[in-house]
């Protein structure tokens, strides 16, 4: 068995950095900003903007069909020439100068949004998983959810200082005002840019690289480590299992991500106050959750912490659909005026609990559920199914609101969320971390390198 001992506090803080700094991705171009800019103003084919919608589902799917494909090729190649903070830097500087050019994008160009928001979600996501590779090198078992949690909470304090410059210069999303959104991605840029620069200084590259054997290139050799895992994982069936419990939980999830503000914006009518207020709740309720769930994975396991947030998703989720409902009720049986976008408001709390927490409880799954040896490697399998997810859950979404319009397309995160549930219960964590103890044995290095 392999000691995990802890990490220095200054390679933890490290290693959280970079989810402050790629929060401002997340945030100002997948969730809040940028996807309402494209799909009401780049594409704009009001009332109902299907199209734009369907453009943007296909635009971030396809992003993440890249990463399905390579990310666990990459994990391979990464653990045997111990070489993480080479393809994080990589994927860092991809997704920067990506993120920056989303200024060219303007009405008329919609296929260059299409192509830049391909290109830099590719980049942002594989990015993901590489960062995540490092958790298991940071610390024993019993500390990987409180480190896992510090780094997602962080990651929406980050949010909230990226958004700061936003609210105060940049201003509303609309036509009128387009001069000066449109330099949110040159922010977003710049924000991950310098914020992120404490990873690549702090943070230890502790495997040692190994040349490669005589006639096999980087290519060959990332399959043969890869198939070598698949042959193995059926001795890891809870490892397994749990990837297909992630892939239906993330599918959800990225809708969410991705259509909140765009639902707030289409479907509740909100105006720009309560849109600026679904932002700091959000990111407070997402960042305290991060953290408190982080002391319950430990206390009480990442898989039961996991399951616990499936469950307040669903709620989430029918109470999203039931906003407007709620609303009426309340004025026809109470005489109460409540208007929707501030139901939402407190929906949004409800989201946001979840939201960190079941991402970190995830990361702490595989984390606990990997061979150190073989950490990019096992990430890398989650950063497939963490994509694949959003993929087919952003194409599904964008087909269905198509057929029967954003509102009702929502609910189907709540089968999402339930199948991911139901998944979940065949997973035994004591015996996924013993199997990744004796997986160190399990890959002698002439039958997986060869």
């Not at 709620?315 to 109460?336: Q, S, W, Y």
Request: one cysteine or more; charged letters at 15%.
């Amino acid at each position: 068995m392999t000691q995990r001992v802890r990490a220095s506090k200054k390679e933890i803080f490290g290693w959280a950095m970079f989810d402050f700094a790629n929060q401002a991705y997340t945030l100002l171009i997948v969730t809040v900003v940028f996807g309402d800019l494209f799909t009401r103003v780049i594409v704009g084919d009001a009332p109902d903007y299907r199209l734009g919608n369907l453009l943007w589902s296909l635009s971030l799917a396809t992003g993440y069909l890249g990463v399905v494909l390579l990310s666990p090729i990459a994990g391979a190649v990464m653990d045997y020439t111990a070489s993480k903070k080479r393809f994080l830097f990589a994927s860092y500087l991809l997704t920067v100068v990506s993120t920056a050019a989303l200024y060219f994008v303007a009405p008329g160009y919609a296929w260059l949004g299409v192509l830049l928001l391909i290109v830099s979600n590719f980049a942002y996501s594989i990015g993901e998983a590489f960062i995540a590779a490092f958790l298991p090198d940071l610390g024993p078992p019993e500390d990987l959810g409180k480190i896992s949690g510090f780094g997602w909470a962080l990651g929406y304090v980050g949010g909230m200082v990226s958004a700061i410059f936003v609210l105060l210069v940049l201003g509303e999303v609309s036509a009128e005002n387009f001069e000066n959104i449109r330099w949110v991605g040159p922010w977003a840029a710049f924000f991950f840019l310098v914020a992120a620069i404490p990873t690549f200084l702090w943070v230890r590259e502790r495997g040692i690289p190994r040349p490669l054997p005589s006639g096999v290139n980087y290519l060959r050799l990332g399959f043969g480590r890869v198939r070598t895992t698949i042959e193995h994982i059926r001795d890891r069936r809870d490892l397994a299992i749990i990837l297909v419990s992630i892939f239906f939980a993330m599918s959800g999830i990225y809708i969410i991500i991705t259509y909140a503000f765009i639902y707030g914006a289409q479907i509740i009518g909100w105006d720009e106050q309560v849109r600026t207020w679904m932002f700091i709740i959000v990111q407070i309720t997402a960042a305290l959750g991060a953290v408190a769930f982080g002391f319950i994975q430990d206390r009480f396991g990442a898989l039961f912490t996991y399951r616990l947030t499936l469950v307040l998703w669903m709620l989430a989720i029918a109470l999203i659909f039931l906003t407007p409902d709620i609303a009426e009720a309340g004025r026809i049986h109470f005489g109460l005026e409540w208007q929707a976008q501030y139901i939402f408001l407190l929906v949004g709390s409800v989201a946001g609990l979840s939201l960190g927490s079941c991402q970190s409880s995830t990361r702490t799954l595989i984390g606990l559920f990997s061979p150190l040896s073989r950490s990019a490697e096992y990430f890398g399998f989650w950063g497939l199914s963490m994509k694949l997810a959003g993929m087919v859950g952003l194409l599904a979404i964008g087909l269905l609101q198509i057929l029967v319009g954003l509102k009702s397309a929502i609910l189907f995160c709540v089968v999402l969320f339930g199948a991911a549930l139901f998944f979940s219960r065949n997973v035994d964590e004591s015996r996924g971390r013993q199997a990744a103890d004796r997986a160190e044995n399990d890959f002698p290095v002439k039958a997986a390198d060869s």
